[in-house]
Nanobody
Framework: QVQLVESGGGLVQAGGSLRLSCAASGSIFKIFMGWYRQAPGQQRELVGR???????NYADFVEGRFTISRDNAKNTVYLQMNSLKPEDTAVYYC?????????WGQGTQVTVSS
């Protein structure tokens, strides 16, 4: 079992930055982690993933603005978001994939004003 708690969301103006954190209840050393988001009336979509070795991949809409990193010693994954746009407004969820099971956090709201 992996429990995930996101934090760091909030209200920011367009062009601003936020850093989201995802704290895991146990070791994430060998766990594939990711960030997803869900806007009102939309399906949940992948933002990006990071492997246990630290390799990352991102959705096309990220366009180099976001960076995912992990600190295995702290069992924490981060999502640094720069140059935020109003269309980035969504609830952001942390995801852990381990032994065929997906684990989700409760989500953190990110609102970008124009």
């Amino acid at each position: 079992q992996v429990q995930l708690v996101e934090s760091g969301g909030g209200l920011v103006q367009a062009g601003g930055s936020l850093r989201l954190s995802c704290a895991a209840s146990g070791s994430i050393f060998k766990i594939f982690m990711g960030w997803y988001r869900q806007a009102p009336g939309q399906q949940r979509e992948l933002v990006g993933r990071i492997t246990s070795a630290g390799s990352t991949n991102y959705a096309d809409f990220v366009e180099g603005r976001f960076t995912i990193s992990r600190d295995n010693a702290k069992n924490t994954v981060y999502l640094q978001m720069n140059s935020l746009k109003p269309e980035d407004t969504a609830v952001y969820y942390c995801n852990a994939y381990s032994f065929g099971v997906n684990y989700w956090g409760q989500g953190t709201q990110v609102t970008v004003s124009s």
